[in-house]
């Protein structure tokens, strides 16, 4: 069985700056496309971003240039940089990932339990 942890959430002030990191952790083969979602107070789940194996990332177009993720195959390991944070970046951040728990499995989903951003002065 596989899992993913999130850390780095927190309180920050506007126009600052925060890193959450997902690590995938237990039986693992390989680890496909991973992403980053968001749920803001009352409203429903939204992808932040996503980032294939090779590397190639896509984004929120709001997100656009503020927001990066980053990979590290190596370590199964996933980041989101967020600058310039907002009042409306407020949100329980997700991660989500594609894994393969041994040669012959087939691809599964699975979930972080969130870990809660603010952003706040």
């Known amino acids: 069985q596989a899992q993913l942890v999130e850390s780095g959430g927190g309180l920050v002030q506007p126009g600052g700056s925060l890193r959450l990191s997902c690590a995938a952790s237990g039986t693992i083969f390989s680890v496909g496309t991973m992403a980053w979602f968001r749920q803001a107070p009352e409203k429903g789940r939204v992808m932040v971003g996503q980032?294939?194996?090779?590397?190639?990332?896509s984004y929120l177009h709001s997100l656009e240039g503020r927001f990066i993720i980053s990979r590290d195959n190596a370590k199964n390991t996933m980041y989101l940089q967020m600058n310039d944070l907002k009042p409306e970046d407020t949100a329980v951040y997700y991660c989500?990932?594609?894994?393969?728990?041994?040669?012959?499995?087939?691809?599964?989903?699975?979930w972080g339990q969130g870990t809660q951003v603010t952003v706040s002065s």
């Open positions: 989500y990932g594609q894994i393969r728990t041994g040669r012959w499995d087939n691809w599964r989903i699975y």
């Open positions: 980032i294939t194996e090779a590397g190639d990332d």
